[in-house]
């Protein structure tokens, strides 16, 4: 299984709404990642989590929050958006902090939309 | 810092054209170097990698080679199909140890598109 799983794949939410991304794997990375891409972009690192600690945060806005309940789990808590927030967000994973000789799997994202 | 060049798009090619899409690096160490797929409405997909020099990737008739002198992994395919329509990246991933360990860095992104 070489599956990370996003839920859901759309999401229309309004900019004082409350929403979280879900993101699923199993096989046993301990590191795991969320990026945001825009149409036509590469995908910007968002944060990085290795052993279930954030590790990295690249100066996101706290209306963003992410959080790692277990080694398989990711989650990206949305709250009080802007517009400018609409993308496509990709959850990855890879089998050691960086992937240095290993690749990172991702998901197929979830496409946001603020309204 | 770590930074990745591709070549500008799109780029449009006949079926069974041969591909080229160039990508150099700026990096310290020794990068992993990685060539991920977009299909549309889709997330990434891992194409091919290397992560020392001169190693040679390749992936459904894609090829690239770790060229440390010239700090480049083009990507080539001898015979291109429809249904490689696609963005692809070229990505570094930095050295163990180093200060962007735990980082992808993606190219630009080029926009394939093949005709029938």
């Known amino acids: 299984d070489t599956e990370v799983t996003q839920t859901p794949k759309h999401l229309v939410m309004g900019m004082t709404n409350k929403k979280s991304l879900k993101c699923e794997q199993h096989?046993?990375?301990?590191?795991m990642y969320w990026y945001k891409q825009k149409a036509k972009k590469p995908p910007e690192l968002m944060f990085v989590?290795?052993?279930?600690?954030?590790?990295i945060n690249e100066s996101v806005p706290s209306r963003f929050s992410p959080e790692c309940p277990n080694s398989s789990l990711l989650n990206l808590h949305l709250h009080a958006l802007q517009p400018e927030d609409s993308a496509l967000y990709l959850c990855?994973?890879?089998?050691?902090?960086?992937?240095?000789?290993?690749?990172?799997?991702f998901g197929q994202g979830t496409r946001l939309t603020v309204v | 810092g770590n930074s990745v060049t591709q070549m500008e798009g799109p780029v449009t090619l006949s079926e069974e054209a041969f591909l080229t899409i160039n990508c150099t690096y700026t990096?310290?160490?020794?990068?992993?170097l990685f060539w991920y797929v977009q299909y549309p409405g889709e997330g990434l997909q891992l194409l091919l990698k290397?992560?020392?020099?001169?190693d040679k990737g390749s992936n459904k008739g894609f090829e690239a080679t770790y060229r440390k002198e010239t700090t480049s992994f083009h990507l080539e395919k001898g015979s291109v199909q429809v249904s490689d329509s696609a963005v692809y990246f070229c990505?570094?991933?930095?050295?163990?140890?180093?200060?962007?360990?735990?980082?992808?860095?993606f190219g630009q992104g080029t926009i394939l598109t093949v005709h029938p």
């Open positions: 290397a992560t020392k020099a001169d």
């Open positions: 989590y290795s052993y279930e600690k954030l590790s």
């Open positions: 096989m046993g990375h301990r590191a």
């Open positions: 990096a310290t160490g020794y990068p992993s």
């Open positions: 990505a570094l991933s930095g050295t163990p140890g180093g200060t962007s360990y735990g980082k992808l860095t």
């Open positions: 990855a994973s890879s089998r050691l902090p960086g992937g240095g000789n290993t690749e990172a799997f």
